[in-house]
């Protein structure tokens, strides 16, 4: 299987497990996900993955480690998130990685690399606190790369 | 030709022409009108064919450059006289001042984070929002709660960076003017002003803010200031050319069909007062 199928069927295991938090209008427990798809799910177990409600609104992230294709969903709604990387400082050849969406567009979070960091889930506040009484509409699931 | 001129010093007549032919172009229900800009942006905003043509690459200044002109054509269209105004937010500073009055873009989103309720802008049924990542149909904006205004010593800064860009031409180049202009590097002169009007302005609709064509109009005179006093030659643009998925001097931006180096020298059609 190439990479690419690889990733059009976890795209799909990832579509059918949102249909399914949809239809249970968001009260999916993590262990109905898992059911839902197992196979997809363990292949992206991520530590920092989350799961949670902030501020009356469902966040969800995924971490891809592989290809960072991160997904993050609010309120079930898909949002278009994209990696960046970004010079450490002038004087450096380094570089960090981030992560910006179609709703913070020119605020890029630093997204932690280790195990156990929030970076993709402050992204994830930040556009709920943006949203306010809004939802993301189908646009905000723009295709980035 | 035109001039473009400070937001701060149009007259009455100019602010409220130039609104009118802005509501012009969202009224209109074929071709390119103002929603066709606002979805183009948003197709853009990524990689497409494999060239990041609008942001993050140096292409994003002559892609805005472009962007503004054909927005301006198109207002043009309705009113030759109008010329798109730009705001000098070094020097004006305020959310309640120029270019933020009521007679011309109106000001704060209500309670800080809702829609705009002062100006020809404000409300669904004088300006509605159809192509966006989020669900109102009112403009709105939260100012001043993220980003921040640049100075003017952080523009100074800026255009005394003598190389426009440089590899991997990208928002990770760490030097030349262009990322620090657009906001990859320190000072930002770009993206922290979307940041600071936010609302719409920071998502990646941001041209469904009019204020969009007065900040990005600000940004291309940057770059002409810059270009004025370091040449309007296609040698002060960069890549010259062989970096696959970038967008070189001689290469075509998308989806305009204008060539980079067509754009570099404006001042055939418009200049800055
Ligand atoms: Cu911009």
């Known amino acids: 299987m190439t990479d690419i199928s690889r ?14 938090a949809t239809a249970f209008g968001y009260v999916t427990s993590s262990s109905s996900v898992g059911r839902t798809g197992s196979r997809e799910r363990s292949a992206a177990a991520d530590p920092r993955d989350f799961e949670e409600v902030y501020k009356g609104k469902k966040i969800k992230g995924e971490h891809d480690r592989a290809n960072g294709q991160h997904r993050v969903h609010i309120n079930g709604r898909k949002l278009g998130v994209a990696q960046v990387q970004l010079p450490v400082s002038p004087t450096s050849t380094e570089t960090f990685t981030a992560v910006i969406s179609t709703v913070n567009h020119f605020e890029p979070v630093p997204l932690d690399e280790t195990n156990n960091r929030d970076g993709l889930k402050k992204l994830a506040k930040i556009v709920v606190d943006q949203l306010g009484d809004q939802e993301l509409t189908r646009d905000a699931d723009h295709h980035h790369h | 030709m035109g001039t473009r001129k400070n937001a701060a010093a149009l007259t009455a007549a100019e602010k409220s022409n130039f609104v009118a032919a802005v509501k012009a172009l969202k009224a209109q229900t074929t071709g390119r009108n103002y929603d066709w800009f606002v979805r183009v942006h948003m197709n853009y905003f990524g990689t497409v064919d494999g060239h990041n043509y609008a942001h993050m690459s140096p292409s994003f200044l002559p892609w805005h450059r472009q962007f503004l002109l054909e927005l301006e054509n198109a207002l043009k269209g309705f009113n030759p006289a109008v010329d798109l105004p730009y705001w000098n937010w070094t020097a004006n500073r305020s959310t309640t001042g120029a270019p933020f009055t009521s007679d011309f873009m109106g000001g704060n989103g209500s309670g800080g984070n809702g829609s705009v309720t002062s100006g020809p802008f404000a409300g669904a049924a004088n300006w509605r929002i159809n192509v966006s ?3 109102s149909t009112s403009l709105r904006r939260a100012m001043a709660q993220r980003g921040s205004l640049p100075t003017a010593s952080d523009v100074d800064g800026v255009m005394s960076v003598s190389t426009y860009d440089v590899s991997p031409w990208s928002s990770a180049s760490r030097s030349g003017m262009r990322n620090r202009l657009e906001g990859g590097l320190a000072p930002d002169l770009h993206g922290r002003v979307h940041n600071w009007i936010g609302g719409h302005m920071a998502q990646i609709d941001s ?17 002409s200031r810059w270009q004025t006093s370091r040449g309007f030659d296609a040698g002060r643009y960069a890549p010259g050319g062989n970096v696959s998925n970038v967008v070189d001097v001689n290469e075509t931006l998308a989806p305009f069909g204008t060539t980079v180096s067509s754009t570099l020298d404006h001042r055939g059609t418009y200049t800055y007062a």
């Open chain 2, 133 to 135: 990542a989020t669900s």
């Open chain 1, 7 to 20: 990733r059009d069927v976890f795209r799909h295991g990832a579509a059918a497990v949102l249909v399914t």
């Open chain 2, 207 to 223: 041209p469904n803010d009019p204020v969009f064509f007065l900040h990005h109009c600000n940004i291309d005179r940057l770059w």
